[in-house]
């Protein structure tokens, strides 16, 4: 069965370093999302993605955050300049078209 | 933004026994998702509702889409060990749209032995 898959399973940045969080999502899907959840609370929308360009995005993606389609498979998300806060579990999910989205298992990243 | 009131936060239930947990929002939502979280997981699609009123059924869970597009219940029949984790309920404005979903804050089920 088809999967989101993401990388790395766990990040350990510093402060104010740049981070890849990196995801493939399912192969014929064409909508691409990045949440994030920080411990222990609930899982926040961050952005999404349609037809190469971001479609919408929240409040919590601010000028720091990036996401980028670089080939037929990869979706990315960059965070600029690390803060304490932006520690959290990263979400991908993806979904074909007016349906049910379907998430990946994460990526665990941890800013010092 | 829109807020999703989820309720109960945690049930400690025992083995066999059925599970009710339901979600509220003060705005319509046009599709209601359950989701499943097992710890240092991702949400796991459970049960998808499109259409007002609409029950659906996946084995032993059973999830409604309110009349009035403004909540869900997701009811689990005869609880096993591994229905023990975080259920979500999320909801998405627009159906076939980019929109991100909302999340409630989540419903930890724990199975007393």
């Known amino acids: 069965e088809p999967e989101v898959t993401q990388t790395p399973s766990h990040q350990v940045t510093q402060m104010g370093q740049e981070v890849i969080l990196r995801c493939v999502p399912i192969?014929?899907?064409?909508?691409f999302y990045w949440y994030r959840q920080i411990l222990g609370q609930k899982v926040e929308f961050l952005v999404s993605?349609?037809?190469?360009?971001?479609?919408?995005k929240s409040e919590i993606f601010d000028d720091q955050f990036s996401v980028e389609r670089p080939d037929g498979s990869n979706f990315t998300l960059k965070i600029r300049s690390t803060k304490l806060e932006d520690s959290a579990m990263y979400f991908c999910?993806?979904?074909?078209?007016?349906?049910?989205?379907?998430f990946g298992p994460g990526t665990r990243l941890t800013v010092t | 933004g829109q807020q999703l009131n989820q309720s109960p936060q945690s049930m400690f239930i025992q083995e066999g026994e059925d599970v009710s947990m339901n979600c509220t929002s003060s705005?319509?939502?046009?599709?209601w998702l359950w989701y499943k979280q097992d710890p240092g997981e991702g949400p796991v699609l459970l049960i998808a509702l499109y259409k007002a009123g609409e029950l659906t059924s996946n084995g032993r869970l059973t999830a409604q889409f309110g009349i009035t597009r403004k909540d869900s219940f997701l009811n689990i029949s005869a609880s096993i060990p591994s229905d023990v984790g975080i259920y979500f309920c999320a909801g998405q404005l627009m159906t076939g749209g980019a929109d991100g979903l909302t999340f409630g804050k989540g419903t930890h089920l724990i199975i007393q032995p």
């Open positions: 999910a993806s979904k074909w078209g007016g349906y049910e989205q379907y």
């Open positions: 705005s319509i939502f046009n599709t």
């Open positions: 192969s014929n899907h064409l909508y």
């Open positions: 993605f349609y037809n190469n360009e971001i479609s919408e």
